[in-house]
């Protein structure tokens, strides 16, 4: 079964400052894992994602993750953060073949000025 | 611009009345949707997979008979609450995917706050 875990349920950032949401997974072939951001009451949007190649990924808005097979992880980062940033980040993991994603649970980013 | 459009994006309605969801892929043909539950700060929640012309699929816990689910094109899929409860107040999200060769890219709509009352 696949499953994803996000430690943090909340994070609070001082704006400028850097930030890095963590995200584990577990999955039992290659993984394709991504990064959604949801603002409130809005839908999702992606950020970024990581099918294969480079395990650094560049996404909108300035973030990026990072895939670490041995770690299982695919931690997202963002050097500067800005106000506008303060949102819901939620992980997510797929497969090949497979249309099913699986979320984590989320983390709420909070910027103070 | 959008892919994928969501309707409506709020709605309240009492107790013992159904409501209908659209969600419409703009761009693409999409022979699967997804449609997820979301309860505050909480994740996302896969309810049922859509497929074009046949019966959804339902994950376990997920009453057919209350949330049906109708995919009559390869552009709609309908999410029908029947007999809403307050319980059922939730944000409702669809998903189509694409596949490119052997991956595939997810659209989300915009979501659907239900308020039961």
């Known amino acids: 079964a696949q499953s994803v875990t996000q430690p943090d349920i909340h994070i609070t950032v001082s704006e400028g400052a850097s930030l890095e949401l963590r995200c584990n997974y577990s999955?039992?072939?290659?993984?394709?894992l991504f990064w959604y951001v949801q603002s409130p009451g809005q839908g999702l949007q992606l950020l970024l994602k990581?099918?294969?190649?480079?395990?650094l990924v560049q996404g909108i808005k300035g973030f990026e993750a990072e895939f670490k097979r041995s770690q299982s992880s695919f931690n997202l980062r963002k050097p500067s953060v800005h106000w506008s940033d303060a949102a819901e980040y939620f992980c997510?993991?797929?497969?090949?073949?497979?249309?099913?994603?699986?979320f984590g649970t989320g983390t709420r980013l909070t910027i103070i000025p | 611009g959008a892919v994928v459009s969501q309707h409506p994006s709020w709605v309240i309605c009492k107790s013992g009345t159904s409501v209908k969801i659209e969600c419409r892929s703009l761009?693409?043909?999409?022979?699967?949707m997804f449609w997820y539950r979301q309860f505050p700060k909480q994740s996302l929640m896969l309810m049922a997979t859509?497929?074009?012309?046949?019966?959804?699929?339902?994950e376990q816990g997920v009453e057919k008979d209350k949330f049906l689910i109708n995919h009559a094109s390869l552009t709609l899929s309908t999410l029908t609450v029947t007999s809403a409860h307050p319980e059922d107040s939730s944000f409702y999200i669809c998903r189509i995917s694409r596949r490119l060769g052997a991956r595939t890219e997810a659209f989300f709509g915009q979501g659907t706050r239900l308020t039961v009352v």
């Open positions: 761009d693409f043909q999409a022979t699967t």
């Open positions: 859509s497929n074009e012309g046949s019966k959804a699929t339902y």
């Open positions: 997510a993991v797929g497969g090949f073949g497979n249309e099913k994603l699986t």
């Open positions: 990581y099918f294969s190649g480079d395990t």
């Open positions: 999955y039992g072939a290659t993984p394709y």
